[in-house]
Nanobody, 115 residues
Framework: QVRLVESGGGLVQAGGSLRLSCQAS????????MNWYRQVPMKQRELVAN???????NYADSVKSRFTVSRNNAWNTVNLQMDSLKPEDTAVYYC?????????WGRGTQVTVSS
């Protein structure tokens, strides 16, 4: 059974930093591309960043140079370091993996950036 559990969200002032983590189980983590999405009310979820099994990273234009995605295959975790946060980064952040033609999501963690 695939399970993704996010942690690390919270309230931070603009310009501050947060580090999100996602603990994965039930997948062959080493071969999986891991994704971070975010969603605000009334809008579609958007891809924030992802990292392939070989460590290639991809970022949304809105977070480039501010966010860094990394993975630890020994611990089956994927992290999202978020720096220089802006109020528009406020959202629920979700960990995601597409695995054997199925898609799995964590429950999400709230990030709130105050101005």
């Amino acid at each position: 059974q695939v399970r993704l559990v996010e942690s690390g969200g919270g309230l931070v002032q603009a310009g501050g930093s947060l580090r999100l983590s996602c603990q994965a189980s039930g997948v062959n983590f080493k071969i999986a591309t891991m994704n971070w999405y975010r969603q605000v009310p009334m809008k579609q979820r958007e891809l924030v960043a992802n990292i392939t099994s070989s460590g290639i990273t991809n970022y949304a234009d809105s977070v480039k140079s501010r966010f860094t995605v990394s993975r630890n295959n020994a611990w089956n975790t994927v992290n999202l370091q978020m720096d220089s946060l802006k109020p528009e980064d406020t959202a629920v952040y979700y960990c995601n993996v597409k695995y054997y033609a199925r898609e799995f999501w964590g429950r999400g963690t709230q990030v709130t950036v105050s101005s």
